[in-house]
T-cell receptor, first 114, second 114 residues
Framework: AQSVAQPEDQVNVAEGNPLTVKCTYSVSGNPYLFWYVQYPNRGLQFLLKYITGDNLVKGSYGFEAEFNKSQTSFHLKKPSALVSDSALYFCAVRVHSGNTPLVFGKGTRLSVIA | SAVISQKPSRDICQRGTSLTIQCQVDSQVTMMFWYRQQPGQSLTLIATANQGSEATYESGFVIDKFPISRPNLTFSTLTVSNMSPEDSSIYLC???????????FGPGTRLTVL
């Protein structure tokens, strides 16, 4: 079975500081890993993904994430947070093969304070 | 990517009634999924909508309560039947493109049951 853990319900960071939103996963086989963002009263927007290749992947709005196979982690990072980054962030995983649906973490609410 | 629209965007319904949610995609897609997001919670997969055959439901979800249709490769409907206040949620349509790695989401339907 696949699962995703986001250990923090809430992350607070000052504007301009670096931010990290944590994610660990469990799958049988090689994972596809994703980050999505949800702004208030909006659907989920795709941010970035790891499929294969370079462990550091870059995505939309200056976000990046690092795949760490030994630690089974895929933490989301941004060097300098903006107030507009405040939103709900979801990590998701599925197995490498097959058209299986994503399994989501519980979400982490990011609050960037001016 | 894929552009996904959902109708209605929101509705307020009386208990015991049914609501059908429509999902339209701007291109043919391999897979379509329906998720539920209860207030302040993560996304839970309801079912995979299969074109030309019965949907595949996840544990805890049944066809009598959540009948799904998928008449072609760009359209699906989810019906929430005999609604109760516990069905109040955001219902999200999601698609897996033919390239097969990234899932995209519709804007969601916010349902309130009184």
């Amino acid at each position: 079975a696949q699962s995703v853990a986001q250990p923090e319900d809430q992350v607070n960071v000052a504007e301009g500081n670096p931010l990290t939103v944590k994610c660990t996963y469990s799958v049988s086989g090689n994972p596809y890993l994703f980050w999505y963002v949800q702004y208030p009263n909006r659907g989920l927007q795709f941010l970035l993904k790891y499929i294969t290749g370079d462990n550091l992947v870059k995505g939309s709005y200056g976000f990046e994430a690092e795949f760490n196979k030994s630690q089974t982690s895929f933490h989301l990072k941004k060097p300098s947070a903006l107030v507009s980054d405040s939103a709900l962030y979801f990590c998701a995983v599925r197995v490498h093969s097959g058209n299986t649906p994503l399994v989501f973490g519980k979400g982490t609410r990011l609050s960037v304070i001016a | 990517s894929a552009v996904i629209s959902q109708k209605p965007s929101r509705d307020i319904c009386q208990r015991g009634t049914s609501l059908t949610i429509q999902c339209q995609v701007d291109s043919q897609v391999t897979m379509m999924f329906w998720y539920r997001q209860q207030p302040g919670q993560s996304l839970t997969l309801i079912a995979t909508a299969n074109q030309g055959s019965e949907a595949t439901y996840e544990s805890g979800f049944v066809i009598d309560k959540f009948p799904i249709s998928r008449p072609n490769l760009t359209f699906s409907t989810l019906t929430v039947s005999n609604m109760s206040p516990e069905d109040s949620s955001i219902y999200l349509c999601s698609v897996l493109t033919n390239r097969g790695d990234t899932q995209y989401f519709g804007p969601g339907t916010r349902l309130t049951v009184l």
